[in-house]
């Protein structure tokens, strides 16, 4: 099944960030456009069921953009199990050849030994689901993570992390970002500079390539005050979405605050 974000999207049809994205969305959280397909949707596409493919090509069409392409495990982005880093994420898709071929990526990737023995830690024994988000691609001028309480002291202050470019710079450790101190309300109560000197960008050819930083921004803060304040209202609203502490990945672009992916922090 295709299934748009204003509705409410089952998690154990359609996987935990699929489920978390239709909430946001449905509450007014700046998320992209974006669709959803349920797992036995996408096991059916990867075992070659060539007339879904026209369904899934409409529904791409309508993002108007390259797009992302994200997992949503059954079980994933859950209180107890995040998974983050586990499974795949596919950037900057651009056709359709392109679409299938992530799909059966992110699919594959719930299969994958660091998935697999991560199941097996939490003691997961059963064939893994994986449902898929196609989210519109955000053009980042910087992006991040943020967490609504400290994730190592659990004080009630807001830490952020965030670079030039696309977030997976952070999420994969290219960079040493800026590090960021946030009392609930907006205020600043520390700001360190990180040394990013290369960012990930999206390619006119799709995927993505890492460029040089111009030598003044590589220890220049790449969040303003004022975005930092945008940043705690978000984490505000997801507090009132979401019961429990946020991790959340974000994205300025042209000035608009948007969010990508959230799962509640988990020390597994």
Not at 18 to 44: D, I, K, N, T, Y
Request: proline share 4%.
């Amino acid at each position: 099944m295709i299934a748009t974000l204003d509705r409410d999207l089952p998690e154990a049809e359609f996987g935990g960030k699929a489920a978390q994205l239709s909430q946001a969305h449905r509450m007014g959280l700046p998320v992209p456009p974006a669709f959803a397909l349920s797992s036995a949707f996408v096991e059916r596409v990867v075992l070659g069921e060539e007339a879904l493919h026209g369904a899934i090509f409409d529904a791409f069409a309508t993002l108007a953009g390259p797009v992302a392409v994200r997992s949503s495990g059954i079980g994933e982005d859950s209180s107890a199990a995040s998974f983050a880093g586990q499974h795949a994420t596919i950037l900057n898709v651009r056709s359709r050849p392109a679409l299938l071929d992530a799909l059966k990526a992110v699919h594959a990737s719930a299969r994958g030994p660091t998935a697999l023995a991560y199941r097996r830690t939490l003691g997961l024994l059963s064939e893994p689901r994986m449902g898929i988000v196609v989210q519109r691609l955000v053009h980042a001028d910087c992006a991040g993570v943020l967490f609504t309480r400290h994730p190592m002291t659990n004080a009630d202050e807001r830490v952020i992390e965030a670079t030039w470019g696309l977030g997976e710079a952070v999420v994969s450790g290219l960079v040493t970002p800026d590090h960021y101190r946030v009392a609930r309300g907006g205020r600043v109560l520390q700001k360190r500079a990180g040394e990013k000197d290369c960012a990930i960008r999206w390619s006119e050819g799709g995927g993505t390539v890492e460029v040089a930083v111009p030598a003044h921004e590589v220890g220049a803060f790449c969040l303003s005050d004022a975005q930092l304040v945008e940043l705690d209202a978000l984490a505000s609203a997801c507090e009132a979405a979401f019961a429990g502490t946020q991790d959340v990945e974000w994205a300025f672009a042209a000035g608009r605050l948007y969010l990508l992916q959230r799962r509640a922090i988990t020390r597994g």
